[in-house]
């Protein structure tokens, strides 16, 4: 079955910008929307934002400014980079599939999540 | 922007029925889905669609939707029920993701 397992730095330093990428194995990754989720210590999930296997990306509007995802099937990976970070963005970060390929519904597969702190 | 509220603890005795909620303005007419998370562990998806249950999830739990309030039933609670549960929904486009709810089972 398919599944997901992020890597990356654990340790960021505020205003550097934090990079993850998720790798996908088991499956494809085309016609699935691939999205990146985070967990603040304080548990409050907040979603970031989604690439479609073509490439098509939409985010949270509360971070459109600072993140970018990008996709590349051909290695079955897709990337997150988060700009110009601060303590706030200390968070547990998954990366999951959306159960559709239309987009729009219930996540079905996560990845075990990284914790990423950001910290002189 | 869109908002779904939680309450913050439910307590269920052992064998009993736990229903935790997820109030929204007229959430009834979005599709709802709900993840279960242990200590540790990444969310699991026990509902999607208000109702449906992906395979492996047992039939004790169910959900349902309407109006305001969208709801997931946990029947004959077991000690590993014990959890922090969160509703989900798309609205314009983003995710909107309840504040969650921890569900003791005493």
């Known amino acids: 079955q398919v599944q997901l397992q992020e890597s990356g730095p654990g340790l960021v330093k505020p205003s550097e910008t934090l990079s993850l990428t998720c790798t996908v194995s088991?499956?494809?990754?085309?016609?699935?929307?691939w999205s990146w989720i985070r967990q603040s210590p304080g548990k409050r999930l907040e979603w970031i934002g989604y690439?479609?296997?073509?490439?098509?990306?939409n985010y949270n509007p509360s971070l459109e400014r600072r993140v970018s995802i990008s996709v590349d099937t051909s290695k079955n990976e897709f990337s997150l980079r988060l700009n110009s970070v601060t303590a706030a963005d200390t968070a547990v970060y998954y990366c999951?599939?959306?159960?559709?390929?239309?987009?729009?519904?219930?996540?079905?597969?996560w990845g075990q999540g990284t914790m990423v702190t950001v910290s002189s | 922007s869109y908002e779904l509220t939680q309450p913050l603890s439910v307590s269920v005795a052992l064998g009993q029925t736990a229903r935790i909620h997820c109030g929204g303005n007229?959430?009834?007419?979005?599709?709802v889905h709900w993840y279960q998370q242990r200590p540790g562990q990444a969310p699991v998806l026990v509902i999607y669609r208000d109702i449906k249950r992906p395979s492996g999830i047992p039939d004790r739990i169910s959900g349902s939707n309407s109006g305001n309030r969208a709801t997931l039933t946990i029947s004959r609670a077991q000690a590993g029920d014990e959890a922090d549960y969160y509703c989900?929904?798309?609205?314009?486009?983003?995710?909107?993701f309840g504040g969650g709810t921890k569900l003791t089972v005493l």
């Open positions: 690439v479609f296997s073509s490439g098509t990306t």
């Open positions: 999951a599939r959306d159960s559709s390929n239309y987009g729009e519904d219930a996540f079905d597969i």
């Open positions: 007229d959430v009834g007419s979005k599709n």
């Open positions: 088991g499956g494809s990754m085309t016609t699935y929307y």
């Open positions: 989900q929904m798309w609205d314009s486009g983003s995710v909107v």
